[in-house]
């Protein structure tokens, strides 16, 4: 036989847990990969510590006992990529058209390492050329003063601390608008608008002291092993005091199977595990409703028969009666629910869903862990709701080891939100921040995600700044998006690598570079902390101490500050100089208009495990329209928002073990078994034998959306996979060529990214 080439791609299903030896394999190939100097591994000891830096991965809470690696394979990866000794600098542009660029993927592209100078794009030589920031700072300035402030957005991904994201929405509401789409609309935006509408909150209510009292976790559409394999630790604990988990995803993730942890010497050496899941539906995408009805009809009939033979109660009717709202409604809606439909909305037989709501009618205290397997479908905002419909009706919410859990995406996406990253004009203390900055703030909704992305197709959206992210390449629509980018006047993009979206300039256009969290951030009044907000409500400060990758990068706070003071007028209450020197000053600011969130912030700043924001909904008050914590009843069984067809699938676009969003860090989805390539259709193996397809043979994808466009994903090979019938799964971002930009979730405008409609090419 001929030996296979190392690199041609290999797909051999991985049988080993998440955690363990592969974990460690993994970091000893990563690691040494970026080249990290002596000092950079000593930062990984740092990581995730009070006085230490947060991760610059995902949003799980930060325990205030830590463990001597308080970091997981992903961390360490996202350190590695931040403090690689690569660097993409001036002579790399002198060299690279951006045309030229734009045949590199997406993994040769970051790569190359850490950007050094800040660039403005030369369209005579297509090639990006060192600036200085004074001038990069005025003509940006000078090209957004003239334009029309509606016609203007101010993009930002998750990551940017509260401080720099203070200020940019502050920069953004005095410049004019409120234009302020953030990775959040990609993402948990269908609970922000979900949890507020039921519970009068837009976040989770538990914390990870949860974990130790409740009996029962409920885990819908998250995939802990990959994105956030801290929680594998709270999982395992849970797991080992017989907490029941009962999971539902369309494929069988193995952080949701098994798990060694690697700081268990013990478990190390035995290779023994502990199984995550103890029951485990594979419901279809876009089933969920159908399932969580299902568990919903068990219970009320168990009810009915226990109001009949007089014993205990399996719906907590006080609470119902005391706190909630619209429970008439959905009773009903309950029991007009029929099985069939059940059945055949999620994919999964009544038994199995039985099964689940023994579990759950038995079980004291649930929490409801989810993801983006929830929230980004057409009907998101209602798998949200439904959720809250579940744990309502047996009291999970505002006592001790119960409630929802969304798990939120980006480091600080959360508490960007907080302090005023918002479309939405009714999410900020309007009146506050006029007050203290003397200016009239903008009152009209500005864009999210979905609506600048319309913006910049039908041209209405002249300029686009970016702290932060990879817009053009997370959103939807990628061709049509990168048609029209060039259309621009302006675009900004403030980044620490280089990515698809800087490959395409607008009529001016600037790429600059700035700090990475876990470098030094040294300011006239000495090395400056910041903070984010993790998936609890917990705030968290973060010190960076490596060294900068350039001598040329600003901080955040300080391009913020640049690009506002040469924007703005001066302002006799705002001294943007002033902030940028002490960090210590923005978060008196955001205290005054925050004050009771981030009451003694400074103070407060590296309580061990951060301090909380409160929560009302764990204390039983429902800051909703009626007062109450409201039930509603789902428009039907299907979160797709289309109907099934012949040949139509419901396309799944998915993240790998080995990416951070569309940073690619390498090519081994190791759990998935699939080596040395991205480019694979997970597919049901009757539906090969009905497509007449082969393992193996190369496909592409073409959209089956209602507008009946042309949009298509070529070349990718067909791999036989435990999936529901009529689903595929494929990588994001590769797949978003397939997804309409008016595919989105009614209500959250987040992007249906987990049912896009599809058909195979052969
Ligand atoms: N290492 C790493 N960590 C990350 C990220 C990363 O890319 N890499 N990204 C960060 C960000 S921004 C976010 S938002 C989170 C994302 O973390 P997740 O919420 O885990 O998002 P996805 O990887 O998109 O996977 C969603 C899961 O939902 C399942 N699923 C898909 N459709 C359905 C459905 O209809 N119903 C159910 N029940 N399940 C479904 C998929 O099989 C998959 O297991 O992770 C964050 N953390
Ligand atoms: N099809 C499909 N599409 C999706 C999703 C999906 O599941 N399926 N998921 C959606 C979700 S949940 C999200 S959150 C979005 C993600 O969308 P984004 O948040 O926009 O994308 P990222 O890939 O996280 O951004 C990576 C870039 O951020 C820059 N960067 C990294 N660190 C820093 C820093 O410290 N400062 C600054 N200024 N820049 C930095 C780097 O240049 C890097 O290239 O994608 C969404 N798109
Ligand atoms: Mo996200």
Redesign the pocket.
Known sequence: MAKQRSDAPDLTPYTGPAGGWGSVRSLADILPREKMSAEAYRELGRQNKPDGFMC?SCAWPKPAKHHPAEFCEEGAKATAW?LTTYRTTPEFFAEHTLTELRGWKDYDL?QHGRLTHPLRYDPASDKYLACSWADAFREIASELKPLDPKSVVFYS????SLEASYMYGLMARMYGNQNLPD?SN??HESTSVGLKSAIGVPVGTTRLEDFEQCDMILFFGQNVGSNAPRMLHDLRSCRKRGVEIVTFNPLRERGLERFTDPQSPFEMATRSETRISTQYHQVKAGGDLGAMMGIAKCLVDWDDAAETAGTERVLDHAFIAEHTKGFDDFLAAVRAATWDDIERESGLGRDEITESAKLYAKAKAVMAIYG?GLT?HVKGVENVRMIVNLLLMRGNIGKPGAGPTPVR??SN?QGQRTVGITEKTELVPVDKIEAQYGFTAPREKGLDTVESCRGVIDGKVKAFVA?????L????ETAAMEEAWPRLTLSVQ??????RNHLFPGAVTYLLP?L??IERDDQTSGPQAVSMEDSTSCIHGSRGKAEPASPHLLS?PAIVAGLASRLLAPNPKLDWEAWVADYSKIRDAIEATYPEPFKDFNQRLFQPGGFWKGNKATERVWLTKSGKAEFLAPTGLSATGFDDAEGRYRLM???SNDQ????IYGYYDRFRGVKNTRDVLFMNEKDIARAGLNEGQIVALESDAEDGKTRAREGLIVMPYSIPEGCLGAY??E??VL?SVEHYAEESHV?A??SVPVRIRA
């Not at 702290?467 to 817009?471: A, Q």
């Not at 390449?473 to 939807?476: D, I, L, S």
Request: aromatic share 6%.
């Open positions: 610059v931040e970051e991904s998750g990551r940017t990775s990609m993402c983006m980004q995406g980006h996406v702290l932060g992210g990879n817009f390449r997370a959103v939807p403030i980044a620490t690598k280089l990515n700035c990475g969290r955040e676009t998915l993240r951070f969003n569309t940073t994001y971002p797949c978003n997804m992007p990214a987990k």
